[in-house]
């Protein structure tokens, strides 16, 4: 993912809210669920703000307090000592939830054609669903291509603010979206491109395990 670089400073941001979650004894589990909770929330704002902007920026916030809980769920979860492979599995499936959520939201609330929304909607699920298949046939868990959950909250987030600043369409040649809606479309092309970075990164190191051989 892109924003890999950037996870020494995110650690010194969240790791005080972990250190709090801890001492007050929190579930990681319950910052999961809740995470969901807000991404609930977010597409359920998405589908009604595109003549609303408090409604809009009601969704920008949900989003903010979705990625953050899914950042430190983890972290929390280490530091407590309980991280387990069904917490890891949780996490994935509500991280999964979360996503359609969030881009139907979008999409149903008129950004873009469901059309295109349902592109996006494969891409995205395809991308994370051959992050976790590499494992399951004994590479490990793949997270490197362009596109990762991350990036997308990021690229949400941001279209987003300038969605609430500039709610005009935007283009030329008579194709034009507005913020939200461009936002949509390169995370789907971003996210089948990353696709096709993790079935040939898969495919490379199947075929280079002796075991293959």
Request: charged residues 10%; glycine residues 10%; aromatic residues 12%.
């Amino acid at each position: 993912m892109t924003l890999d670089s950037l996870r020494p400073i995110l650690v010194m941001v969240t790791d005080p809210f972990v250190n709090v979650f801890n001492d007050h004894k929190v579930s990681p589990n319950t910052l999961s669920l809740l995470s969901l909770v807000f991404a609930l929330f977010a597409g359920i704002s998405y589908y009604f703000s595109v003549t609303n902007i408090v409604i809009l920026l009601a969704a920008l916030v949900f989003v903010l307090l979705n990625s953050f809980l899914d950042g430190i769920d983890g972290a929390l979860a280490r530091r407590m000592g309980c991280a387990s492979k069904y917490g890891d599995f949780l996490d994935h499936v509500i991280d999964r939830y979360a996503d359609v959520f969030i881009i139907s939201g979008i999409f149903f609330g008129g950004y873009v054609s469901e059309g295109i929304g349902a592109i996006v909607i494969i891409g995205v699920l395809l991308a994370s669903y051959l992050g976790t298949q590499a494992q399951a046939v004994g590479i490990g868990r793949v997270y490197g291509g362009l596109m990762g959950r991350a990036d997308r909250m990021v690229i949400i987030m941001l279209a987003t603010c300038i969605q609430i600043a500039y709610p005009l369409q935007i283009g030329a040649g008579g194709i034009s979206y507005s913020a939200l809606g461009w936002a949509l479309i390169v995370i789907g092309i971003a996210s089948h491109f990353t696709a096709i970075q993790r079935i040939w990164y898969t495919g490379r190191s199947l075929n280079e395990s002796p075991k293959n051989k």
